[in-house]
Each structure stands twice: as C-alpha cells, then as structure tokens.
Nanobody
Framework: QLQLVESGGGLVQAGGSLKLSCSASGIDGVINLMGWYRQVPGAQRELVARRTRTGSTDYADSVKGRFVISRVSGQNTVNLQMNSLKPEDTAVYYC?????????WGQGTQVTVSS
C-alpha cells in the first residue's frame, strides 16, 4: 500500500521561505505524477503544483514565480520550495500521488504565514 509522508511545514513571517518534502513508500517503480495541494477551512482542496517524472509541471497562478516543485530523479520524492510567502498561502498542504489510476494523499502539513 502506497504511503506518503510529508515534512517541512511550520510558521513563517510574510516574505519568508519554507520547503516541504514528501516521500512515498510501499510501492515498486516510479510514480508518474506527484504534487502538492492545499486546503483552508470551508474551501475545496486546490492544486498548488505538480510534476511528472519526465519534468512537466503545472502551477497555480497564485504561486507562479514564488514556488518551485522538484523531484529527485528516479525516486518517489517531491519537494516544494516556497518563497516570498504571503498570509494567503496559509493552509494545510497535502502531498498527492497518482499511480495506477488511483489517487493517494498524505496526512497534510500546516503552513502558517504571519503578516
């Protein structure tokens, strides 16, 4: 059973940086698509960024130019470097993987940006 374990959330002042990391275990082979979503209370979960194993990326418009998603080549690990953070980036961030037509989610990590 595929499991995703996240790390790196926390509290930061506006303008600061954080790096989130997520590693997958319990599977064979390389996951094609991994990424990050975020959710605030009362709202739907939204895509932040995602990256295929071949390097194709998608970013939410709100984070373009500030966040960078990366993957370790040949490994099921995805990182999200978040720079120039804003209070509106405050949310629970979830690691996501898509493999064999199935969605997998991490437990979530809180990111809080103070003004």
């Amino acid at each position: 059973q595929l499991q995703l374990v996240e790390s790196g959330g926390g509290l930061v002042q506006a303008g600061g940086s954080l790096k989130l990391s997520c590693s997958a275990s319990g599977i064979d082979g390389v996951i094609n698509l991994m990424g990050w979503y975020r959710q605030v209370p009362g709202a739907q979960r939204e895509l932040v960024a995602r990256r295929t194993r071949t390097g194709s990326t998608d970013y939410a418009d709100s984070v373009k130019g500030r966040f960078v998603i990366s993957r370790v080549s040949g490994q099921n690990t995805v990182n999200l470097q978040m720079n120039s953070l804003k209070p509106e980036d405050t949310a629970v961030y979830y690691c996501h993987a898509w493999k064999d037509w199935t969605d997998y989610w991490g437990q979530g990590t809180q990111v809080t940006v103070s003004s």
